[in-house]
C-alpha cells in the first residue's frame, strides 16, 4: 500500500517550486506554500497502481447451480493519468466475459481490477488491451471482451480545447468466434463521463 512507503519529499517539493517560479507564480504566497505536498500526494494517489499490488480476486461456488452464459460489468468507473501530458483521463469500463466453470469471482473485485490498472500513467489502448488480457486470466475466463469510454484533459482543457470528444477503445482476450464478437460489438455499450466545462478557457 501507499502508506507503507516513506518518501522523501524535499528534493520534489522544491523540484515544484522551481516549476511554479518558471510559470510566473511565487511559491512563498499563502494560497501556494503547501501546494508542492499536496501535488505530490495527487500524483502519488492517482499513480497508487504502479506501487499497490493488484487486487486479489476471490471465487464463490454456485452451489449446485451450472451457470452457462455470459457475465457483463457495465459502466466501471476509473480515473487514470495519460502519459503524454500528466493529465487526467476519467472513463468507464464494460467487462464481458464466460466462465470456464461454475465458480464466480465476488463482483467489486472486477471493479477493484479495473480501477488499480487505472490508476498509472497509460495510454487508452494500452489499459484497454492490458485489462482484458489480465482478466481473461484472473477471471478464469473462456474469453473476455472489454469497451472502454473515456474523456482527456489533454484534448479538453489544451490543444484543440474540444470538451465534446471522447476516445472508445475495445480489446478482447481468449477463445472468441468472429460472430461473437460482433455480437459483442453491437450489444456493449459504455456510458461517457460528463463534465461540463466554461468556455471562457
Known amino acids: 500500500m501507499v502508506d507503507e512507503y516513506v518518501y522523501d519529499y524535499s ?14 507564480e511565487d511559491p512563498k504566497r499563502p494560497g501556494l506554500r503547501e501546494t508542492p505536498r499536496r ?10 497502481g504502479l506501487r499497490e499490488p493488484a487486487p486479489e480476486v476471490k471465487f464463490f461456488p454456485m452451489e449446485g447451480v451450472e451457470y452457462v452464459g455470459r457475465i457483463s460489468i457495465n459502466d466501471i468507473r476509473f480515473t487514470s493519468i495519460c502519459e503524454h501530458h500528466l493529465l487526467p483521463i476519467i ?8 466462465p470456464l466453470n461454475s465458480e464466480v469471482p465476488g463482483l467489486s473485485k472486477v471493479a477493484r481490477y479495473v480501477k488499480w490498472l487505472a490508476a498509472r500513467p497509460t495510454l487508452q ?9 489480465d482478466l ?3 477471471l478464469n475466463a473462456k474469453y473476455v471482451y472489454v469497451k472502454v469510454c473515456a474523456l482527456h484533459m489533454c484534448a479538453m482543457i489544451r490543444g484543440v480545447k474540444d470538451e465534446d470528444m471522447y476516445m472508445v477503445t ?7 468466434d468472429e460472430a461473437q464478437l460482433e455480437e459483442l460489438r453491437r450489444a456493449t455499450h459504455c456510458k461517457v463521463p460528463k463534465i461540463i466545462l466554461t468556455k471562457d478557457y
Open 91 to 98: 472513463g468507464t469500463a464494460t467487462v464481458i466475459y464466460e
Open 125 to 133: 489502448e494500452r489499459f484497454t488491451s492490458k485489462l482484458a488480457d
Open 39 to 48: 501535488f505530490v500526494n495527487a500524483l502519488l494517489e492517482l499513480t497508487r
Open 11 to 24: 528534493e520534489i517539493e522544491e523540484d515544484i517550486r522551481n516549476l511554479l517560479r518558471f510559470l510566473g
Open 136 to 138: 481473461r486470466i484472473k
Open 170 to 176: 475495445e480489446s478482447w482476450s481468449g477463445n472468441i
